[in-house]
């Protein structure tokens, strides 16, 4: 029982932690940015979210950022028949997301900007593109995890948050 509890317990502040600076409606969104996960079904859950999001905030912008997901980013898009896709296929990892992001978008009027990303993702991913993008309105939306391995109630889920936490403090210095 007292491990029943225990493990309710850590399944909350997990889900706490993941669930906090997301995105609530604002009016005017210029850009949606789909980040790339590490796998094609996270990835393709995140572009789903996106062109969903997309449909809701008519004339924003389509950016899809990564290298090695970039084809499938695009096939379900084009699927979709979004029209303009922008294009960032240069990054690795989420701080060259938001940096060679912010070359290509340099004359665009992209901001304020939603990131779409998994849950456990999320928080590291605003920290870096508010760092990379200082005083721009960057909003967050969570493809909320809760039927995958990224669930906050499974210990993988668990293990995600804390690869983020210390990813987190490595590239940003902060974790709140």
Partial sequence: MILLILYLLISVLFLLYSQSLLFDEHPKIRSIVVL??????DTAVRVRKGLKLRKKHRGAKFIICGKFKRNLMLEIAKKQRVGEIIIQDKSTNTYEDALFLKELVKQKNTFPMLIVTSQPHLRRSLHTFVKVFPNKIIYGFST???LNIYSPFLPSGW???ILNIFKDIKYNGKII
Avoid at 36 to 41: C, L, P, R, T, V
Wanted: glycine share 8%; no cysteine; aromatic share 24%.
């Fill in 144 to 146: 909320n995890d809760f």
């Fill in 159 to 161: 293990l995600a948050v």
């Fill in 36 to 41: 790339s996960g590490d796998f094609d079904w």
